[in-house]
């Protein structure tokens, strides 16, 4: 692969998480430095924010190679704002974050792993975590950024007919997914393929698979919720990484954020209005889980 390739494709799919090629580190500074010298990730779920009388779980999931606490974290903050933002929209949610080493910079084992293997990770150490906290039956939000779409999409098929009863019963409790920058196939470089050990036709056959699962549970009367937001700043030496094209889901319209595809989910201020936008769909999904969750959306001002 050459260097210019390999440029590109970090830039491309996570100059959100600051992991560019030494001939761009000027961009992110010392973050970068501590990046590169850093071999191993966090990985499975975080709690971000307990709710002893929670009944909705949302479930923060990072792209290809991000983590999951920076991906989440503006610049100059050193607090995820799911942890600091969204609680106090959010009065009825227990916030999860999940992590899984997919640092393809380092090109590890463990970054090496398929989509397959992240995606039947992150079923298995939910429904794991979901168990040990007697939350089993409560509803799930999804929201994933750029790449991470395609690792929770796969882990959404896998639920669905999964041979173990308690990963098939999650499928149940999905309410929906928020797609931060969906990215379809025309997005994903063929570098990050390699890493994924897969093509592009698989991710089209993931995509479709998905788009159908959708179309089924609605003819069925349950509305597996989608919601799609894409940039509108481009990045810096790339451009949009995801065009609003690509981010248009079938039947759902995309949503803008103003800012570029790394910034895009590094909110600072409630007054964003990135993040209220965002807030704004949660509030839509949780008002129909239950009447408790009618103060969900209860800001003091506007």
């Not at 810096?236 to 065009?243: A, T």
């Amino acid at each position: 692969m050459s260097r210019s390739s390999t440029s590109v494709s970090q830039q491309q799919e996570t100059n959100d998480e600051n992991a560019l090629p030494a001939s761009s580190r000027s961009m992110t500074g010392s973050r970068t430095s501590e990046r590169f010298s850093t071999p191993s990730f966090p990985d499975g779920v975080e709690v971000l924010h307990d709710c002893p009388d929670a009944n909705v779980d949302i479930c923060f999931v990072h792209g290809l190679t991000g983590n999951r606490t920076s991906t989440w974290t503006a610049h100059e903050e050193s607090t995820p704002w799911p942890k600091t933002l969204l609680p106090p929209e959010v009065k009825s949610a227990r916030i999860l974050t999940y992590g899984y080493d997919a640092y393809v910079v380092s090109k590890t084992v463990a970054s090496s792993n398929r989509l397959l293997d992240h995606a039947t990770n992150l079923l298995t150490d939910l429904t794991n975590d979901r168990r040990r906290c007697n939350a089993s039956s409560r509803p799930l939000i999804f929201i994933a950024h750029s790449l991470g779409g395609l690792v929770c999409k796969e882990a959404i098929l896998l639920s669905r007919n999964n041979p173990d009863r308690q990963r098939r019963d999650l499928f149940k409790y999905i309410k929906g997914i928020v797609f931060m920058a969906l990215g379809l196939v025309k997005s994903v470089n063929k570098s990050l393929l390699k890493i994924l050990e897969t093509n592009d036709q698989l991710l089209e056959s993931v995509h479709a698979r998905f788009l159908y699962l959708v179309r089924e549970q609605r003819e069925t009367g349950r509305q597996l919720e989608v919601a799609c937001f894409f940039e509108e700043l481009p990045l810096h030496g790339v451009g949009k990484v995801v065009s609003k094209e690509s981010a248009t889901f079938e039947g759902y319209d995309p949503i803008t954020i103003h800012a570029n595809h790394a910034d895009m989910v590094k909110f600072k201020s409630a007054n964003e209005n990135g993040f209220k936008r965002l807030v704004g769909e949660l509030a839509a999904w949780v008002s129909e889980i239950g009447e408790p969750n009618k103060q969900f959306y209860n800001r003091d001002s506007c």
